[in-house]
């Protein structure tokens, strides 16, 4: 999404959106924030820190810790487009209920704004077509809805392909180009995985933590404030990766559905100005600055205008698989 907020306990951010300015604190928008995945989150952080504190008095401190991230199993998976080895503890087919099980109690919640008809809707669902057929789909199920709030201006992807666009955010996007900058950015969150690796980072941070806490008092007396320095150093930090992961991955998408990447620059500073500098410092928020950001896309330009050219000499590509 794009405002910066930290979920209740038990309850999960869904990959972070790029370009959301939280006008409204209604229950529809916190629904739309946070997606729980307690239960998953739960079976995976009970098991792991069962089997480090049935084990944890046969271990010093530094044994019980390594013995904990061990028992992780970490698993690797390979971004699409950026190359980058990401950890993430779930599989395609995680993503895919975790995200389906999560959008049916937001559409629930919004069902009273739905927009079902008209040409929001066909806009919406026309640029979600043309960037999922290219993008490097694990087969997601790909769903796209708009929810009426004016006030909301916001966009997000859930895990496996749930997507969701409120009215809010429209007018900034001025355009199909500029909605296929934030979707391009939405379906790339989905298909780097970035929630389930969240998910999974948290994970580790947690385990890590009560199994150095069970093996050391000094630790556990301290385990709190150490909870918030590895937010705010760690967790924090790759929640802005993310955000300019989704960036890169998004301009190439939007280049390969024939779209104008350069569009992605004066959609960032429409949405600098619709922001009115009320954003956090960078340091405190999981996302990059406007001016960080604005910055990494130029940087990225000449790649994603050679996708587009490439594409505009061949038409635009029904799909990137042979």
């Known amino acids: ?3 910066a907020r930290l979920p209740p306990p038990g309850v999960w951010v869904r990959a972070a959106s790029a370009s959301e300015k939280s006008v409204s604190e209604s229950p529809t928008s916190e629904t739309a924030e946070f997606v729980v995945m307690s239960t998953a989150f739960e079976s995976v952080r009970g098991g792991f820190y069962r089997a480090a504190q049935a084990l944890r008095g046969l271990f010093s401190r530094g044994g019980a810790l390594v013995l904990g991230l061990a028992l992780l199993a970490p698993a690797c998976f390979t971004v699409p487009v950026t190359g980058r080895t990401q950890f993430n503890l779930f599989d395609t087919a995680d993503d895919l209920a975790l995200g389906k099980d999560a959008y049916v109690g937001v559409l629930k919640e919004s069902e009273g704004q739905l927009v079902r008809t008209g040409p929001e809707v066909e806009l919406v669902r026309k640029v979600v077509d043309r960037i999922a057929a290219v993008s490097d789909d694990p087969g997601f ?3 796209a809805n708009v929810i009426r709030d ?3 201006v916001n966009a997000w992807c859930m895990p496996g392909g749930k997507i969701a666009v409120y009215t809010g ?3 900034i ?3 199909e180009t500029g909605l296929a900058v934030v979707l391009g950015h939405e379906i790339a969150h989905a298909i ?3 929630g389930t690796s969240r998910m999974s980072q948290a994970v580790a941070t947690q385990i890590g933590l009560e199994v150095a806490a069970a093996s050391d008092e000094t630790v556990a007396q301290y385990q709190e404030a150490l909870a918030l320095a590895v ?3 760690v967790l924090m930090p790759f929640g802005r990766d993310d955000e300019l992961e989704a960036d890169h991955i998004g301009l190439i998408y939007m280049a390969r559905a024939g779209y104008d990447p350069r569009e992605a620059v004066a959609f960032w500073k429409r949405m600098a100005e619709a922001s009115g500098g009320g954003a956090p410092p960078e340091f405190l928020s999981t996302h990059p600055s406007n001016e960080n950001r604005i910055a990494a896309i130029e940087a990225l330009l ?3 205008i050679a996708e587009y050219e490439a594409t505009k000499g061949a038409g635009a590509r029904k799909s990137n698989k042979p």
Do not use: D, K, V
């Open 173 to 175: 996007c001025q355009g």
């Open 231 to 233: 937010n705010l150093l």
């Open 1 to 3: 999404m794009y405002a």
């Open 169 to 171: 955010i429209l007018p």
């Open 302 to 304: 000449p790649q994603a």
């Open 192 to 194: 780097a995985r970035h």
């Open 150 to 152: 004016p006030e909301m």
């Open 141 to 143: 199920e790909w769903e």
